[in-house]
Nanobody, 123 residues
Framework: VQLQASGGGLVQAGGSLRLSCAAS????????TAWFRQVPGKERDFVAS????????NYADFARGRFTISRDNAKNRSYLQMDNVKAEDTAVYHC?????????????????WGQGTLVTVSS
């Protein structure tokens, strides 16, 4: 599966942004998808995931209550709705997918990655 992230941009603190991840290939519904983020000089951190099958969601502590991950299998898309953004949310956001995955937090479990989309939050 190939992934392409979009929707990044400049947003003011307290505002909202929705990221989109478009997937090509078949059987998208069988992939757990996730968003990670990375700032220069730091590791790529888990943000949120949504499982294949039961659509169970997981969030990093900093994302819980502000970000919402969702997916539309009919459109082969995954989304990250970011609300009440903060300056520290500034990063490159990457979408990722793992086939029939059950290890949502592990970066190494994701075999497929999209290019990043830059989110810049101005304070």
């Amino acid at each position: 599966v190939q992934l392409q992230a979009s929707g990044g941009g400049l947003v003011q603190a307290g505002g909202s942004l929705r990221l989109s991840c478009a997937a090509s290939g078949r059987a998208f519904r069988n992939y757990t998808t996730a968003w990670f983020r990375q700032v220069p000089g730091k590791e790529r951190d888990f943000v949120a995931s949504i499982s294949w099958g039961n659509l169970n969601t997981n969030y990093a502590d900093f994302a819980r209550g502000r970000f919402t991950i969702s997916r539309d299998n009919a459109k082969n898309r995954s989304y990250l709705q970011m609300d009440n953004v903060k300056a520290e949310d500034t990063a490159v956001y990457h979408c990722a997918a793992q086939l029939i995955g059950n290890t949502p937090y592990s970066r190494s479990a994701y075999s497929y990655w999209g290019q990043g989309t830059l989110v810049t939050v101005s304070s």
